[in-house]
């Protein structure tokens, strides 16, 4: 019983497609996230939602627009994929507890 | 905002040895501090945290130290074991909060050689 769940585990497409990536997380917590992490392993956080509500938005493209049908769920979507586009894409859960991460997706743009 | 650097990026210790990796922060603010560890091909996982009230805790062959008045800390992994070997990360954030978010350092690749 995973705790924080991302799909898919890898996505590869190319430049301009506009993809999805999906996380669950079953740990009860009220905030998710979601995070970058480049290939020099750099970890910068991207958004959080807080019971379904935007709370930090880290001047992410607008291409990029998470979604949060409800406080077990958030989701990704990304328009217009770029080459700098490819990462790692970490899902992560908990505000007043620690955060605990899924284990990631790795998008690559051909 | 919080800047928090680590060092060293590489380090390469023998096994049964120990192995430091030292962290600083920026924002007088930060009162909560974890530490990751990432396997290859996994998310990053917390293996220990400190907040600012207390200056070390240890789990067992792992312990952080925090130096509130020089803002750095520093976790500390005696009797090193080849599954030691991972990437280290760092953080730091004003604990409390939705609006909190963690700051992380630049990581650490730690290898324990045979």
């Known amino acids: 019983d995973t705790a924080v769940s991302q799909t898919p585990k890898y996505l590869v497409t190319q430049m301009g497609n506009d993809k999805s990536i999906k996380c669950e997380q079953n740990?009860?917590?009220?905030?998710m996230y979601w995070y970058k992490q480049d290939s020099k392993k750099f970890l910068k956080i991207m958004f959080s939602?807080?019971?379904?509500?935007?709370?930090i938005n880290e001047t992410v493209p607008n291409r990029f627009s998470p979604k949060s049908p409800d406080k077990a769920h958030l989701n990704l979507h990304i328009n217009s994929l770029e080459l700098g586009d490819s990462a790692v894409y970490f899902c992560?859960?908990?505000?007043?507890?620690?955060?605990?991460f899924g284990d990631g997706t790795r998008l690559s743009i051909l | 905002g919080e800047n928090v650097e680590q060092h060293p990026s590489t380090l390469s210790v023998q096994e049964g040895d120990s192995a430091v990796i030292k962290c600083t922060y920026s924002?007088?603010?930060?009162?909560?501090f974890p530490w990751y560890k990432q396997e290859l091909g996994k998310g990053p996982q917390l293996i220990i945290d400190?907040?600012?009230?207390?200056g070390e805790k240890k789990d067992q062959r792992i312990a952080v130290t925090l130096n509130k008045t020089a803002k750095h800390f520093s976790l500390h992994i005696t009797e090193t074991q080849p599954e030691d070997s991972a990437v280290y990360f760092c953080?730091?954030?004003?604990?409390?909060?939705?609006?909190?978010?963690?700051?992380f350092g630049t990581g650490t690749r730690l290898q324990v050689t045979l």
């Open positions: 924002d007088s603010a930060s009162n909560y």
């Open positions: 953080a730091a954030m004003p604990f409390g909060g939705t609006a909190s978010k963690l700051t």
């Open positions: 939602y807080n019971n379904k509500e935007l709370i």
């Open positions: 992560a859960s908990g505000a007043d507890q620690p955060q605990h």
């Open positions: 400190i907040r600012s009230n207390v």
């Open positions: 740990l009860g917590h009220d905030t």
